[in-house]
């Protein structure tokens, strides 16, 4: 178990970490935000929000700030800047959360295949080499998937939080979205290019093995209901993609204390960006159904990234009944989307091509306001939100970043039309 001790004087900086959390938490600004994503993710919001998702580029921030010595000290330092830097740097609608999260130390390794990851010259980009190439020789490395709880390594987590700034800032179990991306998951195992040739050569191996993660994944849902590990989804729990699960439909902390929770009580979230160069057709017969089975299994879904999701809207994923945000990506036929989207109660997530902000030193904000302009008026009569993500440098200038979300907001000033 990985060692989590804190030293006298890294507990120090984190008790004022966590009261300067604890106190943005309790502005009147944070507050609002926090009624307007209630409103919005339950369809009766009165304007788009707006986050602009620091993950890829914190570490031009981050460790500049950091003071603590520790290893696992510097961990927690670096949660609680992520916690409200976006409230103080970059004034989005990032909500600033008034406790400290501690999710369950839990693992699903599908077929019990160990994932490996090969950097590529020291940057950002990687390859994962290929366990299964041919299905019908490898098939028989495809065993049943593995699945668990780590309950001592979460209890003693949540121990030397709670004892290190519990009472300044309150520690609670918490648990995200629940997360599956199953194309994502075979090309770990088998590249890309292997896994269209399996499709070809084997395509009921393929749709076996498809079927199998499906059952694989409903078997660890059941295990996670089993285990009391389902929590609730309804107060700004992660849901990927950059947004919160805030509603007020689906089971809330009361109703968990009254009965264990079951995956149809939560918000889940999957996307298929493996899968761009597939026909819809192809999509359809080989993809889709494993999709469709665990979508099925959740309360609210959350559904893409970066892959453009209008070619197979139509034919699969209109008919995801539980579905209430889709990702309109740069790739992405922001007009057909609009006009499905619009009336319904599926929010139109709209992701802006990085461009604008990642490249080069300048802003390029008349491209950026072009393409915001474009955006506003496809999704007139949807519900509009719109996330930055996959921005890898903002070149150190965190102006830039700010200037970035204060032309949002603008844009959406003069020519919102909801």
Known sequence: MKEMTISSRD?????????????????????????EWYAHNSLQGQRPMIHL???TFEHEIIPDLLKCQGEFAREI????????????LFDDDRVTPDYYAVFFDTWFNLFQIPIHVRSLNGSFGHEFPSVVEDLEADYHKLKNSSYGVNRESTAERFRVLQETFGDILPVKMSMPALYSVPTQMVVHFMKMEHMMYNI?????LFQEMMGRIADDTLEYYRFLERECLILPTVAGEPLGQGT????RELPGPE?????????????????SQETVGMSPQMYQEFIFPCYQKIAGQYGLLSYGCCEPVHPIWDSCLSGLKNLR???????????????R????GIIYHRKPSPNYLGVGDALDEEGLRASLRKTLRAARGCKLEITQRDVYTIHRDVKKAKRYVDIIKEEIELNWKG
């Open 325 to 339: 945000k889709v990702s309109i990506s740069p790739w992405c036929d922001e007009e057909f989307m609009g006009e």
């Open 11 to 35: 507990k120090l900086i984190l008790r004022d970490l966590a009261k300067k959390q604890l106190d943005l938490s309790r502005t009147d600004l944070n507050q609002k935000r926090i009624r």
């Open 244 to 247: 919160w699960c805030y509603n």
């Open 200 to 204: 070809y050569d084997y395509p009921e």
């Open 53 to 55: 998702e620091m993950g």
């Open 255 to 271: 109703e968990a204390s009254c009965r264990p929770l079951v995956t149809r009580d939560v918000w889940g979230f999957m996307d």
């Open 77 to 88: 330092e670096t949660s609680l800047y992520e916690n409200f830097l976006n409230q103080e």
């Open 341 to 344: 989207l619009a009336g319904t």
